[in-house]
């Protein structure tokens, strides 16, 4: 697993001495995946590929020294404590719903090093309007939990104006990309221009969707879950 990741990370322009940081990573998963439900790719090689080369290519793609970071639906710490791992100065925050697994989040960030996570357990639509959470991050970031106009009212929240939200999306996203616009523009953001990356010694091709905050979210928004699933922006 180190070569996969150590040529990866080099492939993808990054420091590739962060490997053994990534490899510990994914040994403390594939221990609590027997205990939790953590993740459904089990294969080490895979693991390495699929989910420590893919969130770390988002730091190939976006400058992220000394940001203030919040990562929406981040589960096993998708892309969070990987962008964390290759860019130790990054203040992060991670924000999940199911309470086992940030439980395990707040026992496995300490073991990996670097800057103190916070870990918050709840739901971004009601975290979207505490005072001390809403516009307050350089970066939000999530991994392909929602579809767009859902992720873009839960996460453009948050996201201070001049900061960016990261949807790690499929390749193939144009349609959710097009049928989102209005959602992003009635929460405050702009699209920039999508970064497209190629998962080292994969032939899969992700997408980066970027939006650039230009102006307040709203105070209505984020609605309740039900109100946003049943009728999305």
Known sequence: MNAILTDGLRALGLDPSRAPIL???????????????LTAITAPDEVARLHMLDCAAVAACIPLAGLRVLDVGTGAGFPGLVLRAVEPSIQLTLLDSLGKRTDWLRETAPRLGGSEVAVLHGRAEEYGRDAALREQFDLVTSRAVADLRMLAELCLPFVRVGGRFAAMKADACAQEKAQAA????????????????????????RRLVLVEKAAPTPAQYPRRFARIRKSPL
């Not at 510990?24 to 205990?35: C, D, F, I, K, T």
């Not at 209005?182 to 091709?205: C, Q, S, W």
């Open 23 to 37: 490899e510990q990573y994914a040994s403390l998963l594939l221990e609590g995946n027997r205990v939790t439900n």
């Open 182 to 205: 209005h959602a992003v523009e009635m929460l405050g953001g702009r699209f920039l221009a999508d970064e497209v990356y190629t998962i080292p010694g994969t032939e899969i091709t």
